[in-house]
Nanobody, 123 residues
Framework: QVQLVESGGGLVQAGGSLRLSCADS????????MGWFRQAPGKEREFVGG????????DYADAVKGRFTLSRDNAKNTVYLQMTGLKPEDTAVYYC????????????????WGPGTQVTVSS
């Protein structure tokens, strides 16, 4: 089955950039639409962005549109979240998730989740 592991989180100043990666150890990565979600303390998990199986269709939350970019390299079984212009309100644990077929903004509809990586943006 799919096993996802995020990496690339850390501490960055406001206005800075980070690139998160999510790697799958399986062999059927291209069968899954991928989503990125985040959860800040005291808040529910929220949708950040999603990308289709071939990396053509992409969807972004309004809060990150124009600042975050999703991409995927199916040959490397990896999906990326490039984050620029980071703001303190972006601070959260970021999770990648995989879903068979079409993507979704609804966390419960995803089949697999990584353990998350912390992103902290200082003022």
């Amino acid at each position: 089955q799919v096993q996802l592991v995020e990496s690339g989180g850390g501490l960055v100043q406001a206005g800075g950039s980070l690139r998160l990666s999510c790697a799958d150890s399986g062999r059927t990565f291209s069968n899954y639409a991928m989503g990125w979600f985040r959860q800040a303390p005291g808040k529910e998990r929220e949708f950040v962005g999603g990308i289709g199986r071939r990396g053509v269709l992409r969807d972004y939350a309004d809060a990150v549109k124009g600042r975050f970019t999703l991409s995927r390299d199916n040959a490397k079984n990896t999906v990326y979240l490039q984050m620029t212009g980071l703001k303190p309100e972006d601070t959260a644990v970021y999770y990648c998730a995989a879903r068979i077929g079409f993507g979704s903004r609804d966390p419960p509809k995803y089949d697999y989740w990584g353990p998350g990586t912390q992103v902290t943006v200082s003022s």
